[in-house]
């Protein structure tokens, strides 16, 4: 086990949902944190509330504002890879493939190439983290589009560990955790979805960001854990 304190840790979609979750604790630690993200007004409250994090605007989108970034680090001792959007759920006979196709640009794609563009920062044996989700494994009706974006990129985990060594390259795979991802939807749809889930979860309730954000933690600081993906479900069935 190895302490997070100063250590470099980048972490991209570090604004909302899990990634800020993993900015407090790592941030509690006195970890050397830079917290990259989109939306304007909550990077101004991350600045607001951890005035020591380095808050910085970017949009993962865009190939050009990634290598603009990444051309000004170097030392990098654990990237995580938070990035997300809202959209590819739904029951594929009327799953629209245009709304999966911008999710594969909201996550696939900004974590590929956040990943890539960040391997000449990267300190030797440093550490990358994907979070990416329990669709890819799980067969939940509704996530068909999910999976196959999620299990994309949980495919690649163990060959990356292999090219890139020695960096490590992990990822946690979430379930059904209470983010604002769940933000797109009515409360009401929201709350019953939630119920409807927990009667399929072992521990009978959905999941807390600070939960998959320490699962994170544990992979930052052991050194032993290389091509995994650690589960963080709460035994979704």
């Not at 020591?52 to 050009?64: I, Y």
């Not at 999941?207 to 050194?223: D, K, S």
């Amino acid at each position: 086990m190895t302490t997070l304190e100063n250590k470099r840790v980048v972490i991209a979609g570090a604004t909302s949902g899990i990634g800020r979750a993993l900015v407090d604790l790592l941030a509690a630690e006195n970890a050397d944190v830079t917290a990259i993200g989109r939306d304007p007004k909550k990077l101004a409250a991350l600045r607001q509330e951890l005035p020591a994090v380095k808050a910085m605007s970017l949009d993962a989108r865009h190939h050009e504002d990634v290598a603009a970034f990444f051309g000004k680090e170097k030392d990098i001792d654990h990237l995580v890879l938070a990035l997300s959007g809202g959209k590819g759920a739904g029951e594929f006979r009327t799953l629209a493939l245009t709304g999966l196709r911008e999710a594969f640009d909201e996550k696939f794609w900004p974590q590929l190439d956040v990943l890539q563009t960040a391997l000449p920062c990267m300190r030797p044996g440093g550490s990358i983290t994907l979070i990416t989700a329990i669709s890819a494994t799980a067969g939940l009706p509704g996530t068909s589009g999910l999976a196959a974006m999620n299990g994309a990129l949980e495919i690649m985990v163990p060959i990356l560990a292999r090219e890139l060594a020695p960096l490590r390259v992990n990822a946690v795979s979430p379930g059904v955790i209470d983010t604002p991802w769940w933000d797109q939807f009515t409360p009401d749809a929201k709350a019953g979805a939630f119920a409807s889930y927990s009667q399929q979860i072992l521990v009978r309730r959905v999941g807390r960001p600070e939960e998959v954000a320490a699962t994170v933690r544990f992979i930052l600081e052991t050194e032993y854990i290389n091509a995994t993906i650690i589960g963080c479900h709460g035994g979704i069935k």
